[in-house]
Nanobody, 124 residues
């Protein structure tokens, strides 16, 4: 059974940093394209960042480029998202996801497995 469990959410002031983790079980995360999505109240879920299979590359949304960094530790089967210079508009529930069919992924439809999400709150 595949499970993706996010941790690391919380509350921070604008300009601060948070680091999210997503521990995978039931799959070898190094063989999957994986990503982070977020959904704010009243808005659709959107891609934040993805990391391609075999660490062949990364994708970032324009709104987080230069501030967020996605990475993974294959030995720990864990995906990370380092978030710096946080803004109030970054506040959302953040989801970890894995794609079983695509080596290059950035669209929600490409992802197969999803975590339950972790809340990030940014105060101004």
């Amino acid at each position: 059974q595949v499970q993706l469990v996010e941790t690391g959410g919380g509350s921070v002031q604008a300009g601060g940093s948070l680091s999210l983790s997503c521990r995978a079980s039931g799959l070898d995360a190094s063989l999957y394209c994986m990503g982070w999505f977020r959904q704010a109240p009243g808005k659709e879920r959107e891609i934040v960042a993805s990391i391609y299979t075999g660490n062949a590359g990364t994708h970032y949304s324009d709104s987080v480029t230069g501030r967020f960094t996605i990475s993974r530790d294959n030995a720990k089967n864990t995906l990370y998202l380092q978030m710096n210079s946080l803004k109030p508009e970054d506040a959302a529930v953040y989801y970890c996801a894995a794609s079983s069919r695509y080596n290059y992924c950035s669209l929600e439809s490409q992802f197969t497995y999803w975590g339950q999400g972790t809340q990030v709150t940014v105060s101004s």
